[in-house]
């Protein structure tokens, strides 16, 4: 008796009313995965025209567009969620049955453009930080085919990664007496529990790999950004510095990572659940908890193209002047 009570407030089941449920799968799944998925639609976009309209001629710019394609992937991604989780489609089908074409059919390709996000931001970091640290010897190695080959290797090893999980099982018509309905649901194949689990598993490697990362290498940049600075009013202004557009730059890659880094919080509290937490799965005993973490993933998820839109307007010249000329064209042949 004491056992199921401890396993019942382990999983904060009695403070997870299904009132509560409904309200964060509503906000979360629905209302922000809708809106925000929508908004980065748009800005990701955007973003990726104003790349190719500045040219991919260097390896910020080729790094910068494939970030800005990978989420997009996310934000489509959010958009098929916001879909199946809306009040119309739930009144169609049950919500178990909803939550098992998030999982089968959206999860792993969600997690494959977040994947190729989260690398794409630490090779944007770590290039920034050899760009500070070592500018001559730098700018002789990163070229723009460096930058393709990068690009090319990370969005290769994730779906590579990806696959075997997603295509593990096959699909097919099953019906469920209890809600009355036949549904697609994905039917056991063949080391079908391994394949999934080994792809899983390798996803959150990636996601703690590209945190570490990250955190290592902003902390490093923001230092040594800080102590050229300091080094720059010390000496005579005829030293040859950092230049204004690079000092941009590297504010903008510190800001970004900071903002991957804050904004993967709730990515990080799921893996640590899934990993440490027995029954935090779908149709565990930690199911209610499961949903709403898992709900609070994609939202914050989203905001990280958003956020990176405003710093590319805000910190970025050549963004932002090519940016503005889109939209006074566009206008422009509105009005005739």
Partial sequence: MTT???EYSDCLNEYITDQILDIAVFVNFFFLNGVIGLLGLVVNVIKMIVF???GLRNSTNITFFVLSAADTGVVVMMLAFSFVFSPMVLKEINFDVAMNIGYNCLGFPYGLFSRVASLMTASITVERFLCVTFPLKVKLILKPIVAVVESVTVIFVVVTISIPGFISSGKGQVFIENIDQIILRREEADLRTLLESISFLSLAIIQLVAVGVITFFNVALT???LQITKWRHQVSSKVVTMTVKDKRLVKMVIFISVSFLLLSIP???FLFLVVFK???SIGGR???LYTIVCSAIF???GLNSLVSFFLFLHMSSKFKGMTKLMFQVTCSKRKI
Avoid: H, M
């Fill in 278 to 280: 027995q029954g935090f």
């Fill in 4 to 6: 199921n009570a401890s």
């Fill in 299 to 301: 939202p914050t998820d």
């Fill in 223 to 225: 230092r040594k950004f």
């Fill in 267 to 269: 990515s990080l509290i």
């Fill in 52 to 54: 190719l309209k500045l």
């Fill in 286 to 288: 930690c199911e209610k």
